[in-house]
């Protein structure tokens, strides 16, 4: 299968995303724009996180044109599958969209969560799926219309800074990382 890059020209609100049930059952489809209105509509999302040799964690401050959490420090990237294809297809296109990089990826688990944006006025009601990847040397070449900056930082560093600071931080990262680490301990 090949896989396909989205025309950046297009508006990523109106794109559908797959409305889901609490068991994580598709249900039916809507904009991604619909979808982020409060109060939220449950759908499927993703969230990636890489590491490196190191076991250092890429991690992007989210671009300031994002509309949910622009500017907050996030995991390597997230985004949500149309309806009917793959979680992890969809996570590598991300990948190669955001940071120009490329993973195998394996999902380590999932997790709903409700949070809402004041900056914004927009609702994430995600049922996210966790998916983790190792990656060597390669130097990420994020798009600057998704990502202002990116670093590569240590987990524990992360977590210390999470509990003094965490609203620098989008509100799904702390679970990003615990379901990485109960993978790590498996």
Not at 10 to 25: C, I, N, P, Q, W
Not at 100 to 118: C, H, N, P, R, S
Not at 167 to 185: C, M, N, R
């Amino acid at each position: 299968m090949t896989e396909k890059l989205a025309d950046p020209s297009t508006d990523r609100e109106t794109m559908l995303v797959e409305l889901v049930d609490e068991s994580g059952a598709a249900i039916g489809a809507c904009s991604v724009a619909d979808a982020h209105r409060p109060p939220g509509t449950l759908h499927r999302a993703f969230s990636v996180l890489l590491f490196d040799s190191h076991g250092h964690v890429l991690l992007q401050q989210r671009a300031a044109v994002k509309t949910r959490f622009p500017l907050q420090w996030a995991n390597t990237c997230c985004g949500h599958p149309l309806p009917g294809q793959s979680v992890v297809e969809a996570a590598a296109i991300r990948l190669r969209e955001e940071f120009g990089m490329a993973a195998e990826l394996t999902k380590v688990g999932v997790f709903t969560y409700l949070a809402g944006d004041e900056k914004t006025g927009r609702v994430e009601h995600e049922y996210d799926h966790v998916l983790i990847g190792v990656v060597g040397e390669v130097p990420p070449r994020p798009d600057p219309a998704e990502i202002a900056r990116w670093a590569w930082i240590p987990p524990q560093e992360v977590r210390a800074d999470l509990a003094e600071n965490p609203g620098k931080f989008t509100p799904w990262l702390s679970q990003v990382l615990e379901i990485a680490d109960q993978a790590h301990q498996r």
